[in-house]
């Protein structure tokens, strides 16, 4: 399973909390590309609820790593 950027925006308006299963159908039913359905269904599951793309690639990355600060240079 990988991730990059730009499939994991493929699931930022998921309908979060969700199963894998409703992932990989909102995933299908958006017309994601197949590597996100692909790594969706590699998700080893235990009926687990997923609260945001973090619980499934945690090195997501967050606002705070796009913008930079001009205070801290």
Request: charge should be negative; proline fraction near 7%.
């Amino acid at each position: 399973m990988y991730w990059t950027l730009e499939l994991a925006t493929k699931l930022e308006d998921a309908p979060w909390p969700a199963t894998k299963e409703e992932l990989i159908d909102y995933a299908i039913r958006s017309g994601a590309p197949s590597e996100v359905i692909e790594n969706l269904q590699e998700i080893e599951d235990e009926g687990e609820i997923y609260e945001s793309i973090e619980d499934i690639w945690p090195d997501y990355p967050s606002n705070e790593d796009f913008f930079f600060d001009e205070e801290e240079y």
